[in-house]
C-alpha cells in the first residue's frame, strides 16, 4: 500500500502557492530582461540554489547515490537547454505565450512514458486530452494580433523556443522516472539540474554575449527571488509534496501555472491577450487537466453512468 497521503488543504495551498511562484518567474524574468539577460539570470539563479541544496545536503548528512551520475548528466543537461529556451523565447515573444507553451511538459511526458513504460499506457481518455492541448498549441501559435504583425516572425520564433523548453521539460521527467533518479535523494536529482542549468547557461550567457549585468536595485531583486524562492525553496518543497502525497493528486495543479503567467504577464507587465491566444491556452490547460486527471474524471462518468 502506498503510505503517501491524498490531497489535503494544506497540500492543495502549497501547491497553489507553489503554482502561483512558478507562474511569476517566467515574468519576472522578462520584467528585468534589460538589466540582465534571462539566460545570465537562470545560470547564476541556478549557481547560487546548487549551493544552498549543497548545504541542505551536508547539514541532513544524506546519503548520495552515487551510481546515478550518468541519469543526472543527462538530466542537468536537458535542465538547462529547459531554461535556455525559456531564456531566449522570453526575449522574442510574451511571458504568457512562453508559460502556457512551456507547460505543455506534462503532455510530453504522458507521451514519452506511454512509449518507455507499459504500466503508463494512455487512456483513450487521455488521447484526447493530448488532442486538445495540441489543438491548443495550434490555436496560441496563430494567435497573433495585427499589433504584433511587425514582430510575427521573431514572435512565432520564440513561440516555438517556449515549446521546444516544454519537450525538454518533459523529457528530464522521464529521464528521473525511468532511471535510477527515481529512487535517489530528491535533493541530490535537483542538484543534478541545477549544476547542470549553471555551468552550461553561464557558458552559453559569455559565448553568445549576454553577460551583461547592471546591478538595478529590481535586477537584484529579482536574482534573489529567483535563487532562493524559485530555484531553492520551491524545488525543495515540490520535492517534499512528492514524498508526502500522491503525485496523481499533485500532478491536477500544474494547469494552475500557465493561469498565472498569463493573468501575471497581463497585470504587470501590460501584455495583451490576443482571443485566440486565449482560445487556445483554455484547450491547452483543458489538456492538460484531463490527461493528469484522467483516472478521476474516468471514475466520476461511471458513477455518473451507474446512478441513472
Known sequence: MDPRLALDTRAAGLMTLLCLVWGMQQVVLKAVANDIAPVLQIGLRSGIAAVLVGGVLFWRRERLAWDTWRPGMVAG????????????????????????????????????????????????????????????????????????????????????????????????TVTIRMSRL???????????QLIGAAVLL???????????????PRAVASL??????????????????????LASRLGVFSFLTPVFGVALGAVLLGE??????VAGTALVLLGILVVSAHARIGAAFATMRGAR
Request: aromatic share 14%; proline share 3%.
Open 77 to 172: 543537461l536537458l535542465f538547462a537547454l529547459e531554461y535556455l529556451f525559456v531564456g531566449q523565447a522570453l526575449l522574442l515573444t510574451s511571458a504568457g505565450h512562453t508559460v502556457v507553451l512551456l507547460y505543455t511538459a506534462p503532455i510530453f511526458a504522458a507521451l514519452g512514458l506511454h512509449w518507455k513504460v507499459p504500466t503508463e499506457r494512455l487512456s483513450r481518455l487521455q488521447w484526447l486530452g493530448i488532442a486538445l492541448a495540441f489543438g491548443g498549441v495550434a490555436v496560441t501559435f496563430l494567435g497573433k494580433g495585427d499589433a504584433e504583425a511587425a514582430v510575427r516572425p521573431l514572435s512565432l520564433w520564440g513561440d516555438l523556443l517556449a515549446l521546444l523548453g516544454g519537450l525538454a521539460m518533459g523529457a528530464t
Open 182 to 192: 527515481s529512487t535517489a535523494p530528491a535533493a541530490q536529482t535537483l542538484l543534478y
Open 202 to 216: 553561464l557558458a552559453g550567457a559569455f559565448a553568445t554575449d549576454q553577460n551583461a549585468f547592471v546591478a538595478t
Open 224 to 245: 534573489a527571488f529567483q535563487s532562493l524562492i524559485v530555484s531553492f525553496a520551491s524545488f525543495l518543497a515540490w520535492f517534499w509534496l512528492l514524498r508526502t502525497y
Open 272 to 277: 495583451t491577450l490576443e482571443p485566440r491566444f
